[in-house]
């Protein structure tokens, strides 16, 4: 079966620094890895995805994101981080046979990045 | 470019009571999709149509939950009757055929009593 573990509930930053929210996954196969950020009372907006290719994965508003198939990671980092950046991050995975629209999602790492 | 639409926004209905949540997707996304996200949760997919045909149903609890799109564009979720752990955000989302990012919606939060 397919899931998609994020080990911490809360990350906490200061602005300006490196970030890091981290996920890990089990698929069978090839994985479709993806990150998703929900802002408070607003729907979960896409950030980046992983299908093939680079490991590491450029996505929006300065966001990347780094897939190691050994380490079964999916990990979400930004050089400097802003204020705004504070929201609730989701990673996701399908199993990219058929359905890429159906997606496992991890339960979800809440980013508060202080100025 | 609009967005997916939901209403309404919140309901609060009582334990036994039915409920339906309206969803109209982005213009010209064929596929649409309705999850489910408990509080402290991430989203569960509950049913995935492409078109007016149904992809996939395999988490959707069919004893009390319902979803139609008739005419290939928008759905509409039912739940009859609630109980109290369908509390819940579902959230509706669509995307082209094959495409791998979905647009979300705001949601339809409910809260059951």
């Known amino acids: 079966a397919q899931s998609v573990a994020q080990p911490e509930d809360q990350v906490n930053v200061a602005e300006g620094n490196p970030l890091t929210v981290k996920c890990t996954y089990s698929?069978?196969?090839?994985?479709?890895l993806f990150w998703y950020v929900q802002y408070p009372n607003r729907g979960l907006q896409f950030l980046l995805k992983?299908?093939?290719?680079?490991?590491l994965v450029k996505g929006s508003y300065g966001f990347e994101a780094e897939f190691n198939k050994s380490q079964t990671s999916f990990h979400l980092k930004k050089p400097s981080a802003l204020v705004s950046d504070s929201a609730l991050y989701f990673c996701a995975v399908s199993s990219g046979s058929g359905n890429t629209g159906k997606l496992i999602f991890g339960q979800g790492t809440t980013l508060q990045v202080k100025p | 470019e609009a967005g997916v639409a939901q209403s309404p926004r919140y309901k609060i209905i009582e334990k036994r009571q039915s409920v339906a949540f309206w969803c109209n997707p982005i213009?010209?996304?064929?596929?649409l999709y309705w999850y489910q996200q408990i509080l402290g949760q991430g989203p569960k997919l509950l049913i995935q149509?492409?078109?007016?045909?149904?992809?996939?149903d395999s988490q959707l609890p069919k004893d009390r939950f319902s979803a139609e799109r008739l005419k290939g564009v928008d759905s509409t979720l039912k739940i009859q009757p609630a109980k109290l752990e369908d509390s819940a955000v579902y959230l509706c989302?669509?995307?082209?055929?094959?495409?791998?990012?979905?647009?979300f919606g705001s949601g339809t939060q409910l809260s059951v009593l």
């Open positions: 213009s010209g996304h064929a596929t």
């Open positions: 149509f492409q078109n007016n045909g149904v992809v996939d």
């Open positions: 989302a669509s995307s082209l055929v094959g495409s791998e990012k979905l647009f």
């Open positions: 698929v069978s196969g090839n994985p479709y």
């Open positions: 992983y299908i093939t290719g680079d490991n």
